[in-house]
Nanobody
Framework: QVRLVEFGGDLVQPGGSLRLSCAASESIFNFNAMGWYRQAPGKQRELVAT???????NYADSVKGRFTISRGGAKDTVDLQMNALKPEDTAIYYC?????????WGPGTQVTVSS
């Protein structure tokens, strides 16, 4: 069973930066892809960014140019660098890992952007 845990959520002011990390229970190269999703209050969960086993990345239009997904220094982590944060980025951020058609999720970490 794949286990994922997110770290790094916090309260940050608009324009600030935050780095989220996702630790997996096994090498991320075992997965077809990993990604970050978020869910704001009253809204559906949405894709933020993904990275596949080949290193190809994909971003939601709302975060392009501000967020960067990357593999962490350890072979079992994936990070999300978030810059120029906006209040509308406030949400619970979830780490996702996909193996074929199976999705695995972490419990989420809260990011709040507010002055």
């Amino acid at each position: 069973q794949v286990r994922l845990v997110e770290f790094g959520g916090d309260l940050v002011q608009p324009g600030g930066s935050l780095r989220l990390s996702c630790a997996a229970s096994e090498s991320i190269f075992n997965f077809n892809a990993m990604g970050w999703y978020r869910q704001a209050p009253g809204k559906q969960r949405e894709l933020v960014a993904t990275i596949n086993v080949g290193g190809v990345t994909n971003y939601a239009d709302s975060v392009k140019g501000r967020f960067t997904i990357s593999r962490g220094g350890a072979k079992d982590t994936v990070d999300l660098q978030m810059n120029a944060l906006k209040p509308e980025d406030t949400a619970i951020y979830y780490c996702n890992a996909r193996i074929l058609r199976n999705d695995f999720w972490g419990p989420g970490t809260q990011v709040t952007v507010s002055s």
